[in-house]
């Protein structure tokens, strides 16, 4: 079946570093894959998406690219802030058509950013 | 654009007691999900409507729960003979159908459950 698998947190960041969030996928054809934000005492956000190979999506200096030949969906963002300090859950839905539609969800990972 | 609603955002119950949850999804959205986190966990999928038909059910949904969306607009869920396992956060999610894409799903806060 479908799944999805996300580097351990937490990871720990100074303000302005690089951040890098690993994610790999095994699913059936070719998924739609996002990323979710969730903030402290809050609900699951969409962050970005992508739909098909070699798209990018980004929003608020996020970005992640659909690479099919490694199975990846890596979110990474040049700068982080305290604000970034969340969880951050990749995932994937199934082929158009004839794929379930529910999401699967990786574990998260725990971005902490420290001034 | 109100987001989706999920009522409780808690409830406290005893083991054996049943429980139910509804969920209040965006207004135009055709499609709705129950899904269940618990912590450290990313959301586990448990079932899906597409208007008012349940298309699909997880094998995690035993038959302790159901779900239903008679008007194809809110849902609820609910929990029989609950047990400390059903102890999570139940969240519920959106999307509109378009076409043949896979348009996001819109999450609502979730109701989290303890079992004393």
């Known amino acids: 079946g479908d799944s999805v698998t996300q580097m351990e947190g937490p990871v720990t960041l100074s303000e302005e570093a690089f951040l890098t969030i690993n994610c790999t996928y095994t699913a059936t054809g070719y998924p739609s894959l996002f990323w979710y934000v969730q903030y402290p005492g809050e609900g699951l956000q969409l962050l970005l998406k992508?739909?098909?190979?070699?798209d990018k999506g980004s929003n608020k200096g996020f970005e992640a690219t659909y690479r099919k030949e490694t199975t990846s969906f890596h979110l990474e963002k040049g700068s982080v802030q305290v604000s970034d300090s969340a969880v951050y859950f990749c995932?994937?839905?199934?082929?158009?058509?004839?794929?379930?539609?529910?999401?699967?969800f990786g574990s998260g990972t725990r971005l902490q950013v420290q001034p | 654009d109100t987001g989706v609603s999920q009522d409780p955002r808690h409830k406290i119950t005893k083991r054996g007691q049943n429980v139910t949850f509804r969920c209040d999804p965006i207004?135009?959205?055709?499609?709705l999900y129950w899904y269940r986190q618990t912590l450290g966990q990313g959301p586990e999928f448990l079932t899906y409507?597409?208007?008012?038909?349940?298309?699909?059910k997880s094998r995690l949904l035993s038959d302790r729960f159901s779900a239903e969306r008679p008007k194809g607009s809110f849902s609820t869920l609910e929990i029989q003979r609950t047990e400390q396992g059903d102890s999570a956060m139940y969240l519920c999610?959106?999307?509109?159908?378009?076409?043949?894409?896979?348009?996001?799903?819109?999450f609502g806060d979730g109701t989290r459950l303890s079992i004393l």
């Open positions: 992508a739909t098909k190979a070699d």
């Open positions: 409507f597409q208007n008012e038909a349940q298309l699909e």
């Open positions: 995932a994937l839905s199934g082929v158009q058509d004839t794929g379930r539609r529910a999401l699967t």
């Open positions: 207004s135009e959205h055709n499609r």
């Open positions: 999610a959106s999307s509109a159908l378009t076409g043949h894409s896979n348009q996001p799903q819109h």
